[in-house]
């Protein structure tokens, strides 16, 4: 008997090893992620010290001429031109992405999900590269068919829908796990109220998915911004600030830009000195935005569960 | 006394499976009916039948009739015969709603948008409830904050604030304790003066205390539910016609 027990606190002591063992993989795998995160920012803002401090913050920030050339490093145009096609891509694409969110997860019948989700996926494993080259050869000729003088077809309208076809899938996905997450003895409350399918969806499923469906969107923002190799191939990449091409204030969208991404994407390859720093500075006004989009949606979606469970 | 509702040969299949098999039977106006049997037996499956929520499970049928005040229920919008006959779940699933939105959801979805009106609905419903007086200062108060019992009285407001004539329960204290059960216990039994109310329970102290009727279900190796016995409960209790039915009410199965 005696034996027999300290045979099993033995295997205990064996067991609690290895959940100690794996306890420590874990916190070393959290602690690297962090590290590597930290280091690459520290690295990027390291490189644009020299930027920085010679050309200077505000001459940066909210210079509205790029020419290096000249020593002339405003990004502002590269701002605009980011949060512009981003912007884009959100208005046509959210919609369309939640409206899919909400047919997969309520909507479709069995078989009709098992066709859609794995194509939906598909979407997401497509390289950008590969959605550019459809904007170039499909998108950017039909709409150079808009006739108005200046009109390239290259510009934030094409840009808007690749990125806005891009982010479909994230947002999609994302959304639709947000809703099938939600209980079903909430819709059965609901339809046994008399409330109808549609009633059920708008008014108990959706607020109670809120904060993943916002989760989903502030991803496919924080993926438009990132976006590069497609934005390249499409938006024309011209140093302008946009602006619309005749009086017609929607002639906006066919006008050429240039995102952060894609400015140090296209000039890193010859950079140097200054110019190279100020690319790096680039870099970093880009972390800067996501930090500020994703800190901004964590407050969003605190907010808005702190409503659903004080107030009336 | 009139009938509220009535089922006539009625017959339900999920798919293939056979899962109620004739059943004809008639419960009494403003009387609590209470549904009873062994686990399987279809009284879940049976009470589903009156607010049609069986149709939302893909691959169900039915034969036979189903009636409430002599109108075929079939033929009845689902939507607008759910806003008559309410239901209270096993497991109390109020919305992540305030209290207040949580009993105003179903006026609200069904056109009555006054927040006058809707503030006289939902304190009387709470009031039916038996909740008002403690939650009346915190009605801005998540649902989910109150506890199971609450919870379960402010499902029953939610279902009363559509005006429903009918009350369908299904084991609605299965998950409480004691003395929450005693406090639904009390509001079916004042709830009865004005609705027809039908409850599912495993507890047959519960249904000798609440129910003026009882319907026993039964199932055999074949798992298909039947109507075994149906009266008033006094009788079942005392003087049941069917050894199975005396059988279970004393406990010696299900
Ligand atoms: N959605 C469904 N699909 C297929 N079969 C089902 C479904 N719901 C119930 N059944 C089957 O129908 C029969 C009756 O189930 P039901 O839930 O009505 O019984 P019950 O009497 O309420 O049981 P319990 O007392 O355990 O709640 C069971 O054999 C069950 O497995
Ligand atoms: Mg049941």
């Known amino acids: ?312 | 006394m009139n009938t509220k509702l009535e089922t006539i040969d009625y017959n339900l299949y999920y798919g293939n499976f056979h899962a109620l098999a004739d059943i004809s039977v008639k419960f009494p106006e403003k009387q609590v009916t209470a549904l009873i049997g062994p686990s399987g037996s279809g009284k879940s499956t049976f009470l589903r039948t009156f607010n049609r929520m069986n149709d939302l499970i893909a691959g169900t049928k039915y034969t036979g009739e189903v009636l409430i005040d002599g109108i075929d229920l079939f033929k009845i919008d689902p939507v607008a015969l759910r806003q008559n006959i309410g239901m209270v779940f096993q497991k109390p699933n109020p919305f992540p709603k305030s209290i207040f939105e949580n009993v105003a959801y179903g006026p609200r979805v069904t056109g009555m948008h006054d927040h006058k009106k809707l503030e006289e609905i939902v304190e009387s419903s709470l009031r039916s409830a038996a909740l008002w007086d403690e939650v009346k200062d915190d009605l801005g108060k998540s649902g989910l904050a109150l506890s199971g019992g609450q919870q379960q009285r402010l499902c029953i407001a939610r279902a009363l604030a559509v005006h429903p004539t009918v009350i369908l329960m299904d084991e609605p204290a299965a998950s409480l304790d004691p003395i929450a059960t005693l406090k639904i216990e009390d509001l079916i039994h004042s709830l009865s003066v004005n609705y027809t109310i039908v409850i599912v329970t495993h507890n047959m102290q519960q249904a000798g205390r609440v129910s003026d009727y009882t319907a026993f279900f039964y199932t055999d190796e074949t798992r298909t539910g039947r109507l075994i016995e149906f009266g008033e409960t006094q009788t079942i209790f005392t003087n049941p016609k069917d050894k199975r039915t005396e059988d279970y009410i004393t406990g010696r199965f299900g």
């Open chain 1, 1 to 312: 008997m005696i034996g027999n027990a300290r045979g099993n606190e033995q295997k205990m002591s064996g067991r609690m090893i290895a959940d100690k063992t794996v306890k420590y993989i874990l916190f070393i795998s959290a602690i690297l992620s962090i590290v590597i995160v930290l280091a690459i920012a520290f690295f990027i803002f390291r490189e644009s010290v020299q930027a920085w401090t010679e050309i200077g913050f505000t001459d940066i920030l909210f210079g509205g001429i790029w020419r290096p050339g000249q020593d002339q490093y405003g990004i502002l145009a590269m701002i605009v031109g980011s949060v512009a096609v981003t912007v884009g891509a959100i208005v046509l694409g959210v919609p369309l992405a939640i409206g899919s969110a909400i047919f997969l997860g309520e909507i479709a019948p069995k078989w009709v999900q098992a066709i859609l989700r794995p194509a939906v996926q598909l979407l997401a494993g497509i390289p950008s590269v590969v959605y550019g080259l459809f904007g170039m050869v499909v998108l950017v000729p039909i709409i150079r068919q808009i006739n108005v003088p200046g009109n390239s077809g290259y510009g934030l309208l094409a840009a808007s829908i690749v990125l806005a076809v891009m982010i479909l899938p994230t947002i999609t996905s994302i959304a639709e796990d947000a809703i099938r997450a939600v209980p079903d003895s909430y819709r059965s409350g609901s339809l046994a109220l008399g409330a109808t399918r549609w009633q059920t969806i708008t008014q108990v499923v959706l607020p109670a998915g809120k904060s993943g469906i916002i989760a989903a969107i502030i991803l496919g923002i924080g993926r438009a911004l990132g976006e590069t190799m497609a934005m390249i191939m499409v938006i024309g990449n011209s140093v302008i600030f946009p602006k619309p091409l005749n009086a017609n204030p929607l002639t906006l969208f066919l006008s050429q830009a240039r995102t952060l991404t894609g400015n140090i994407a296209v000039e890193i390859s010859y950079a140097t000195g200054v110019h190279e720093s100020a690319l790096f500075a680039t870099g970093v006004v880009l972390f800067a935005l996501i930090i500020v989009v994703n800190v901004s949606a964590r407050w969003l979606v605190n907010r808005q569960s702190s409503i659903q469970t004080t107030r009336q």
